[in-house]
C-alpha cells in the first residue's frame, strides 16, 4: 500500500510559478514510476509527466513542455513539479500517481495509487 500526499497547490497570477510536492509512504519508492495527472473543471483527468524510478527519464505532455520540471528525490520519497510560466488553461486539480512498471505511464488507469490533489488557480 502506498499512500501519496500532494502539496503547493495555489492561486497564481499568469506567469508566475508554482512548486508541487508530492510525499509517498512506502519502503519502495525507488521502485515506483511517479506520475503527475491534472483536471479541470468539467474535463477529463489528463496526463502530466512522468519521471522513472531512477529519475534518469521524463516525459512531458506537450502543453507543459518546457515550462514543467519534474524531479525525485529516492532518499526522502518525494517528487517535485516545477510549474513556470503559468498559464489560466494550467488551472486545475493536480494528483500525483505511482505505479510499479505500469503498461502505459500516460494512461491513468495504469495507476494504483493516487494522491488526493492539490488545486492550482492561475489567474489573468
Known amino acids: 500500500q502506498v499512500q501519496l500526499v500532494e502539496s503547493g497547490g495555489g492561486l497564481v497570477q499568469a506567469g508566475g510559478s508554482l512548486r508541487l510536492s508530492c510525499a509517498a509512504s512506502?519502503?519502495?519508492?525507488?521502485?515506483?514510476?511517479m506520475v503527475w495527472f491534472r483536471q479541470a473543471a468539467g474535463k477529463e483527468r489528463e496526463f502530466v509527466t512522468y519521471?522513472?524510478?531512477?529519475?534518469?527519464?521524463?516525459a512531458y505532455a506537450d502543453s507543459v513542455k518546457g515550462r514543467f520540471t519534474i524531479a525525485r528525490d529516492n532518499a526522502k520519497n518525494t517528487v517535485n513539479l516545477q510549474m513556470n510560466s503559468l498559464k489560466s488553461e494550467d488551472t486545475a486539480v493536480y494528483y500525483c500517481?505511482?505505479?510499479?512498471?505500469?503498461?502505459?505511464?500516460?494512461?491513468?488507469?495504469?495507476?494504483?495509487?493516487w494522491g488526493q490533489g492539490t488545486q492550482v488557480t492561475v489567474s489573468s
Open positions: 512506502t519502503r519502495s519508492f525507488s521502485n515506483y514510476v
Open positions: 500517481a505511482a505505479a510499479i512498471g505500469p503498461a502505459s505511464y500516460r494512461s491513468q488507469y495504469s495507476y494504483h495509487y
Open positions: 519521471i522513472s524510478p531512477s529519475g534518469g527519464s521524463t
